[in-house]
Nanobody, 118 residues
Framework: QVQLVESGGGLVQAGGSLRLSCAAS????????MGWYRQAPRKQRELVAV???????DYADSVKGRFTISRDNAKNTVYLQMNSLKPEDTAVYFC????????????WGQGTQVTVSS
């Protein structure tokens, strides 16, 4: 069983920065993707950024150039550095790990609130 523990959310003024962390406990194997999604009030959950173990990344257009996803594979930890934050970045941010073994399995963190004030 894989558990994800997130940290780093909070309240910040527009233009500020935050860094989210997500540590995965348990075996996630060598074929996996770690990433971040977010869900704002009354909106659907959306992809923010994902990164494969090999280093390939994908970002939402709205965060390109402002957010950076990184990983420490030895620690099974993924980070999201968020710079130049905007009020529209306000959401609950969820860590996600997708493991490809015999089947594809998704794991989700409990979510961490990010609030950007104008």
């Amino acid at each position: 069983q894989v558990q994800l523990v997130e940290s780093g959310g909070g309240l910040v003024q527009a233009g500020g920065s935050l860094r989210l962390s997500c540590a995965a406990s348990g075996s996630i194997g060598s074929l996996n993707v770690m990433g971040w999604y977010r869900q704002a009030p009354r909106k659907q959950r959306e992809l923010v950024a994902v990164r494969t173990r090999a280093g390939s990344t994908d970002y939402a257009d709205s965060v390109k150039g402002r957010f950076t996803i990184s990983r420490d594979n030895a620690k099974n930890t993924v980070y999201l550095q968020m710079n130049s934050l905007k009020p529209e970045d306000t959401a609950v941010y969820f860590c996600n790990v997708v493991i490809y073994k015999d089947t594809k399995v998704d794991y989700w963190g409990q979510g961490t609130q990010v609030t950007v004030s104008s």
